[in-house]
């Protein structure tokens, strides 16, 4: 995965990106790889997420659809995804992070292996269901 990183991020216009597997028999996800900006301090911290409607990768596993959220602190448009959808940001501001825009997207074959989620901060542009 370090060697096609830059790669990642070149392509979705992207500063960080998550790589989540699948595990406990389907019950949540993993983080597996960080990637960009800051992603060497995340790398020592375990980060589990379960399959609920309750975080942006958790609810992508639970629903297996992709979602593109251009700012992750207008809970109305989270609330237009899901009701119980939120945007926990104590991970990422405690690691000097300000999270702005997310695209996430489901890895499945027949089932689902993992989520990828794509990250932009504060002062970049958003997400667009566009690619430029």
């Not at 702005?100 to 504060?122: A, C, H, W």
């Amino acid at each position: 995965m370090k060697q096609i990183e830059g790669t990642i991020l070149d392509l979705f216009n992207a500063k960080l990106f998550t790589i989540f597997q699948s595990v406990d028999n389907g019950k949540e996800i993993a983080a597996s790889f960080m990637g960009g900006i800051g992603s060497e301090k995340g790398q020592d911290i375990e980060i589990k997420v379960p399959f609920t409607a309750t975080s942006l990768a958790g609810y992508v596993a639970l629903s297996q659809r992709p979602i593109l959220v251009t700012d992750v602190y207008d809970s109305a448009s989270l609330e237009d995804i899901h009701p119980r959808l939120q945007w926990d940001k104590s991970f990422s501001e405690s690691q000097g992070l300000f999270f702005k825009s997310m695209l996430v997207v489901p890895i499945k074959d027949d089932i689902l292996l993992g989520v990828i989620q794509l990250i932009n901060l504060k002062e970049d542009e958003p997400f667009t269901k566009t690619i430029s």
